[in-house]
């Protein structure tokens, strides 16, 4: 089973900048997708960006598109998520994620999120 835990969150004002990590650990953690998704209080989830098994392919939600950037470091089962131009609307709790089709925002097993808030 996988294990994941995420860092990196916090408070910013508006226009700055965070970088989140997510630590894999367990059986195969290096041959599968992972996810980002964010909750918000009252919204339902939101998937932000993926990352393939092999770090070559990406995507990302619209609304997150040229600000945030994922990438991954195999030889340090960690993932990131590289958020720059943060907006208000940002605000919400980022878990990652994963699962045969974490891609397709289809996730089995995620963290226990960090809060990140963007507010002036």
């Known amino acids: 089973q996988v294990h994941l835990v995420e860092t990196g969150g916090g408070s910013v004002q508006p226009g700055g900048s965070l970088r989140l990590s997510c630590v894999a650990s367990g059986v195969n953690s290096d041959y599968i997708p992972i996810a980002w998704f964010r909750q918000a209080p009252g919204k339902e989830r939101e998937g932000v960006s993926c990352i393939s098994a092999s770090g070559l392919t990406s995507n990302y939600a619209a609304f997150v598109k040229g600000r945030f950037t994922i990438s991954r470091d195999k030889a340090k089962n960690t993932v990131y998520l590289q958020m720059n131009d943060l907006k208000p609307e940002d605000t919400a709790v980022y878990h990652c994620?994963?699962?045969?089709?974490?891609?397709?925002?289809?996730?089995?097993?995620w963290g226990q999120g960090t809060q990140v808030t963007v507010s002036s």
């Open positions: 994620a994963t699962g045969p089709d974490a891609c397709r925002d289809q996730w089995t097993d």
